[in-house]
């Protein structure tokens, strides 16, 4: 189960987190151990994604206070974010799933712009020179793929809500 809800579980945690990489794996491996040993308490009648979250969130709390750092947020105030995390971070992974396929349908000339430019991390400038356009025709190219991009995850959404 843990396996099956993992993102869902991580992208709680970076939330929580406020996407700090290293301290959002961190997080989401205590919590896996936690997880791991009160698995016989889970209520299997309950929300393994919830129950999760729950012990994510008390994870958290433990971890802020163990590093005794300087905190950016009361303890209260992550409360509330715990709250809020939750639905945002299923509406994060099934946005994930769906741009994933939506990725996958691209041309293959769209698709290999988006994965030199996010994927390779080069530069708009880079790719501009890699395949010998303006960087104003990359910029453009780039910003007609994202709004395929989006238009594509959006209808796959609200087909799977449907």
Known sequence: MLAMHSSKIMSFIRILAMNRQDESEEIFQLTSMVLWQKFSQYDSDGSFPAWACRIAHFEMLKYRESKRRFKLLSDEAIESLAFAAFPISSQVNERRLALSKCLENLPDSDHELIRQRYFDHLS???????????????????????????RCVERSISEGLQ
């Open 124 to 150: 708009v400038s880079e790719i501009s020179e890699l395949v010998g356009r303006s960087t104003h025709a990359i910029y453009r190219e780039l910003s007609r793929v994202h709004g395929v991009l989006l």
